[in-house]
């Protein structure tokens, strides 16, 4: 891991979805039907793989139609999709191989970590109790910090003001191909997991390198 990966960051960017738990498939499926139910929408497997990873949900709204959805109806799909995940994925998550050990590793070294996620306080306040890291990452930037999601730079810009950081000086870890947009076009250097999307794509949109966990990443620290 030293011999392909020398930089030693000053802090640490996580999102959440794909990066903490690999829980895509929780979303796909709540994905698939509520936009069946709520926008009439029968998404296609390209769908869910190009268009509905990385984001908030009006956005990806947008991408899915060619519309931005009014705020009624923003609201009406997010209080679906949203309770549809949870009811799936309530007592299914499970931390990312080594992420534990990883997290320690940076405490014990001093190098502050934050969560830079597109998911709303709802999703953020349920994965972090399920996973059981509610103390552990008090630094946080969600959906509803951002006036832009990803793929735009603003959450990650806005993780590492967080931490007193330049983006430049930040290591970003994302999943999704429009979250590593957002996470490189920040200035971070971005480690992409191949939970969600597959290595090649993550590397065309800006990563350095794509991995399949965390396994091994609290011992290049040491």
């Known amino acids: 891991m030293k011999d392909s990966w020398p930089w030693r960051p000053s802090g640490v960017l996580f999102d959440m979805d794909g990066v903490l738990t690999a829980n895509n498939h929780h979303h796909r499926q709540a ?19 190009t268009k509905v990873d990385g984001g908030r949900n009006p956005e990806i709204i947008e991408r ?36 534990s050990a990883y997290l320690d590793a940076l405490d014990a070294r001093g190098i502050p970590f934050s969560l830079v996620t ?3 306080l709802p999703n953020v306040a349920f994965g972090m109790e399920q996973l059981g890291f509610g103390q552990r990452f008090v630094t946080r930037v969600t959906g509803e910090d951002v006036s832009r999601g990803k793929p735009h730079p603003e959450p990650f810009l806005l993780g590492a003001a967080r931490l007193g950081l330049d983006a430049a000086d930040c290591l970003a870890h994302e999943d999704a191909v429009n979250g590593v947009r957002s996470a490189a076009g920040a200035g971070c250097r971005v480690v992409a997991l191949t939970t969600t999307a597959p290595g090649a794509a993550l590397l065309e949109a ?17």
């Open 31 to 49: 994905w698939s039907e509520t936009a069946r139910s709520v926008l009439n929408l029968h998404l296609t497997e390209e769908d869910l793989d």
């Open 206 to 222: 800006g990563a350095s390198l794509a991995v399949p966990d965390f396994t091994g990443w609290a011992a290049w620290l040491a």
């Open 118 to 120: 597109s998911a709303g």
């Open 64 to 99: 899915l139609t060619g519309s931005y959805p009014d705020a009624v109806l923003a609201a009406r799909f997010e209080d679906a999709k949203e309770g549809r995940y949870r009811e799936l994925a309530a007592g299914a998550l499970i931390e990312v191989a080594g992420l």
